[in-house]
């Protein structure tokens, strides 16, 4: 059996519906950055996906790798910062617990 | 001629100056407003010898351009805008001469000055202006200096009072002005006097903007020339310094209505109607003033009440359809005039009073002064050879011969031996009689002690001694003089120009009651005073009615209580419940209750918002999808 896009796509929705289950029903601040790794990573699959198999000439496709190499790149660098805040966080209240962090309510 | 605009700006500039540099000038600055407008004297000779040669002419530069109407801005040149510059800018510096000791360690001296020059400046630029909306700028410029001036000492309550007076009864009637010059602007479409005055004369206005824009015109002139019923600014403007009531009272203020009538009289020639309601208006003003002046006590009230009764003998002329008439009368008035208040300024310089009950004799302690005022007093009064004299009987004469009616003639003559009245008790109360004597508290014991005078420095009478001969010879223009065909025609430029003329009847008839009655007048006062108490006892109403003004100052209080005040009382209410609670406390509110409402949305978990996000990304996504 061949690949084609439609698979790239349904493997792409799961990961992103995971994902977006993941940041929406997880309590814990790390557990949520995972989450958005996946969001980030379902992204990149549908973009390689596309790359590889759309219907286009080859110097229209790269630009599908050219954005995937950037949002590895953003997501990188957003993981960093944001484990350094979830660890501040951690220190200063003694929780990650997204439920307790609520100080900017009305 | 186009240097003739450096008549109203070199005043204006002085002004400037004064007030930015004035402390570090000489004098505070009152020799370079004397020189500014001694200046504009100067210019005031040589435009007139340059007209006599050439003719009139008129000079204007453009303003502003605005949907297609160009507005500019000029000068006219012409007998009867020279003969206005001439006055104002001789009695203005007179009257600056003579400020300068009587104002002098006056606290502020240099604004003093400052605010004379402004008010020049802007009446010379009234007088000189060739369109009626530069007119009516310099119009208001002279509004409010007069308003500075009459409130120059503001810390007096009274001072004031008056001021606001003065600006605010004056206002109403440039309501009417403006309105008028607009309606005659959006007939004829320009503000050109020579292209209005021509567009009247085709015909091409309409039967009924002519009425109401010479009518609404002449409110204005009627609330600056102090005519009934705007009358009641001018007897409390004397508030102000004496020689600030002498120069609103002889040249730049109060003659401003009866210029602007003058001038824009061919446009009232075409309109007999106004003619009638001006001449009613005047004859009302010349008689009601001159009888109220019999009764005053304070000097210059009585002085001021002589100036609304000769502005109404002025409208009067206007009225009977001769401007040159009016003008003559307005410069012998405005030298008369001017030498009367200084003289009243003098007087109270030199005695400290204010009130004629407390004075008398004063012909020997103040000689100058009292020859002055004398002359002053009766030239306005008509006795011939005086100046006075000739104008009074040239209005006579044109009220007698002229479109009027009989009645009016009657009311005029009633007025000239009214005014000879209270002329002959101002002259014998101040200066002949007993020696005057006031109550004063004398070591805890009420005494009447003499009241002390002396005459006043040359700087002061100096002025009145000139104004005073001018004021005298006036009549001299009135007559033929080889080329020149005498004033009256000269200054309308009308080419049937003639001389003085006299109706012999009638100039003896008024010349006998002015010097009649006021021999008995002063034989009265002199050999019977009980006599003059006893007369008015007789009348105890007329006395009250003179004495209160005709109640005119209590039927505006009534109507400014009554009526101003209840209905500024209804739109305070409306501003405040309905206006301020509802209008803008509503929204206000309003907003405060949604935003407290709202702001349980804000749950602070992260999550809440992030759930907010997706849904929101998926509506976006099937919407899309969907179309």
Redesign the interface.
Known sequence: MDLELLHFQILSAALFSIG?YG???RRSAVL?LVSIELLLNAVNVNLIGQAALVDRPPDERVFGQVLAIFIITISAAEIGLAMAIVLRLFRNRGTAN??E?????? | MEYAFLAPAIPAGAFVVILLFGRWLPGKGAYLSIGAIAASLVVFFVALIDMNDSGPEVFSIDWFEVAGSTFTWGVSVSPISLTMVGIVSFVSLMIQVYSLKYMEGDDRFGWYFAVHSLFAAAMLALVLADNLLFLYVAWEGVGLGSYLLIGFWWERRSAAEAAKKAFITTRIGDVGLLIGIILLFRETGSFEMSAIFDAVEAGEVSKTVLNWSTFLIFLGAAGKSAQVPFHVWLPDAMEGPTPVSALIHAATMVAAGVFLIAVLFPIYEATPFMLDIIAGVGATTALGAAMVAIVMTDMKRILAYSTVSHLGFMMLALGAGEPGIAMLHLLAHAFAKAVLFLGAGSVNHGTHQTDVRNMGGLLRKMPITAVTFIIAAISLAGVPPLGGFFSKDEILRAVSEGRLNEAYLVIALIAVVASAIYTARIIYKVFFGKDATVETVVRGKKRRVAVEAHESPLAMTAPMVLLAILGAVTGAIAFEWGDFGGFTGWIVQSHEAHGIEFTAWLTVVSAVLAIGSMVVVVRMLKSSPGRVVALRRQFPLAQRVLERKFYFDELYQWGIDRLVLALAGLVGWFDRRVVNDEGVDGPAKATGWWANEL??L??????NY??AM?IGAIVAAVVWWAQ
């Not at chain 2, 804000?602 to 999550?607: A, E, H, K, S, V």
């Open positions: 977006l940041v929406l029903a949520i997204t439920d962090l609520d100080t900017m309510k009305w | 702001r349980f804000q749950t602070g978990l992260f999550y992030a759930a997706a």
